[in-house]
């Protein structure tokens, strides 16, 4: 019994058949690769299959995402202006 080897690289579509046959490999590759494939049924394309965007594991990778601080900055002498009046500790709240 012979193997068929399998391409290391997914094409850019596949025809719905290859994918529901090998579905789960298929879903590694593009999670592994980070590349998307079109499934296509009858030549037409009706899906994409994309990769989930990597989610933040530490505090610092989400909090790195809300704010940009420029290599060199010195943010012990940051004020309103620079921080934004919501990110000011002096800043008193009324209301």
């Known amino acids: 019994m012979s193997t068929i080897a399998r391409p290391a690289v997914l094409p850019d579509s596949i025809p719905f058949s290859e994918f529901r046959a090998n579905c789960s490999r298929i879903l590694d590759q593009v999670e592994k690769d980070g590349d998307a494939v079109t499934v296509t049924k009858n030549g037409r394309p009706v899906a994409v299959v994309t990769p989930c965007p990597k ?8 909090y790195s995402k ?7 900055a010195d943010i012990d002498n940051m004020g309103e202006e620079e921080w934004g009046v919501d990110w000011c500790p002096t800043h008193e709240v009324t209301g």
Do not use: C, H, M, N
């Open 66 to 72: 809300l704010i940009k601080i420029e290599p060199g």
């Open 55 to 62: 989610q933040p594991t530490s505090f610092w990778d989400r």
